[in-house]
């Protein structure tokens, strides 16, 4: 399942401001955990308990003059192929454009659910010019204002109705998502483990398909591949492919359990790759990271720890990822990711007995407990492991209002220090007992 909102509309009717609006507070952790502040254009939101990731389509398309309407036009068709929701945003201070007119004609024939928010009403007046959208015969119009927030918590009731709950497929075989940059290597690797032609996979897969589900089902171990590069897409216009790129990534990375995340060795980890990596990591979840093309480095025996102390650097906080060292070409390690892979997938959904838990943590907590606030101590009872799709833990106390970030932190590593979890986000809760 994938629950994906794409923000469409031409230039300056004001996706950018509802993106941010959207994901404003998660940014703001990312930026302060990665050190990068680049442009992003997707990003994880959440509206009445359920997450979805939104994409400003616009980031994507440069302002050249002669590209522009047609790489608008493939932008909505791919919006259309991969988002779950499309808002089509328009400009009530404008009018209807012939832009606008375009884009409509084509939302026109999308079977997905499309919903226009007219916005920059600000105001009371404004409200009734915004009536003249109606025409597009795309059916209700959500009149918005993206800069004061008005309006849009009624147009995200209504794109939530369209989205799908969190729920757990327990019934179903893990999916192992393998996603990375253009050219590091994503299809060499499918073609390693499934050892096909993967065109023979491509052409068997059609158009139409989601994502490109592989079977893999050899030396033990069982579990789908969701394949990114399978289904490349002839964009016509350059600017898209880097979109229809990042629409397909989020996709499969919403379907998996487990991403696997390929690097460029002679690259290194880029902003791009850190993006992606947050949204796994905020999405809960399993990571692998593959730093493929190993054989190009010249190296010693130092080569390798100073490259994952290099990546360590940029994921802070996060230090317990696997890393593995690959050659797709050279069949180097090839098998060690998949085993990587299964090992997080067993981290991610193994429950640890609440007297275990207990045995091992009170005694910690006891000797380190929470440092008291204006006098007041803090009481952790017990501990349960919540029945979730990745790790979550209950701690149980007293005063759980008082308990700060640096001692959830504590806790975290405690877990991570006696039950292996990595790989794998974990999520922590204190409540009242
Ligand atoms: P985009 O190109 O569609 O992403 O548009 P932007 O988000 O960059 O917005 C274009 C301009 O419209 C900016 O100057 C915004 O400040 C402005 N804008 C965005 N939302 C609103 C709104 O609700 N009301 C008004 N009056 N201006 C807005
Ligand atoms: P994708 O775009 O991520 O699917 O990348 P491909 O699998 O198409 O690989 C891109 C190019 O990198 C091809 O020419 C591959 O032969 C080459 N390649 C893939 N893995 C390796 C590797 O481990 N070492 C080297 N030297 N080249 C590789």
Redesign the pocket.
């Known amino acids: 399942m994938s629950n994906i909102v794409a923000i469409v509309?031409r230039?300056?009717?004001?996706?950018?401001?509802l993106y941010n609006r959207l994901t404003e507070t998660r940014k703001a952790i990312v930026d302060d955990m990665s050190g990068v502040t680049r442009d992003r254009h997707y990003g994880l939101a959440e509206w009445t308990n359920k997450n979805f990731t939104v994409i400003?389509t616009?980031g994507y398309v440069a302002n050249s003059e002669d590209v522009f309407e047609a790489a608008i036009r493939e932008q909505v068709l791919i919006a259309i192929e991969e988002a779950t929701v499309i808002i089509f945003?328009v400009d009530v201070t404008t009018g209807i454009t012939d832009l606008d007119d375009e884009i409509a004609s084509v939302l026109r024939k999308s079977k997905k659910p499309v919903l226009v928010a007219v916005?920059?009403v600000?105001n009371y007046q404004l409200q009734s010019d915004a009536t003249e959208f109606y025409s597009f015969g795309l059916g209700e119009i959500h009149c918005v204002?993206?800069?004061?927030g008005s309006g849009t918590g009624d147009l995200l009731d209504e794109v939530a109705k369209h989205l799908e709950d969190d729920v757990e497929e327990t019934d179903s075989l893990p999916k192992f998502a393998i996603v990375g940059r253009p050219n590091v290597g994503k299809s060499s690797m499918i073609n390693a483990l499934i050892g096909k032609d993967r065109n023979i996979v491509t052409d068997i897969a059609g158009t139409t398909r989601d994502s490109i589900h592989i079977h893999y089902n050899q030396f033990g171990h069982e579990f789908m591949l969701i394949d990114t590069a399978g289904l490349r897409k002839k964009t016509k216009v350059r600017e898209n492919i880097e979109f229809y790129s990042v629409m397909r990534t989020i996709k499969a990375l919403e379907e998996a359990d487990v991403v696997i995340l390929m690097i460029d060795a002679a690259e290194g980890i880029e902003s791009q790759d850190i993006n992606i990596f947050h949204l796994a990591e905020k999405n809960k979840k399993g990571l692998v990271l593959v730093i493929n093309k190993w054989d190009v480095i010249e190296k010693d025996h130092k080569t390798a720890k100073a490259f994952e102390a290099k990546i360590h650097e940029k994921i802070a906080p996060f230090t317990d990822i696997p890393i593995i060292f690959t050659s797709v070409t050279e069949k180097q390690r090839i098998f060690k990711t998949v085993e990587a892979a299964v090992k997080v997938f067993e981290n991610k959904t193994k429950k640890i007995p609440t007297s275990k838990l207990n045995d091992i943590l009170l005694p910690i907590i006891e000797k380190t407990p929470p440092p008291a606030i204006k006098g007041k101590h803090i009481k952790i009872k017990y501990i349960t492991q919540i029945n979730a799709s990745s790790p979550m833990f209950a701690f149980f106390c007293n005063l759980p209002q008082y308990i700060k970030e640096p001692y959830k932190r504590f806790l975290e590593n405690k877990l991570r220090e006696h039950f292996d979890f990595s790989g794998v986000p974990i999520q922590i809760f204190f409540r009242q007992k």
């Open positions: 509309g230039p300056n009717v004001g996706k950018s401001t400003d616009g945003m916005n920059k600000d204002s993206s800069m004061s």
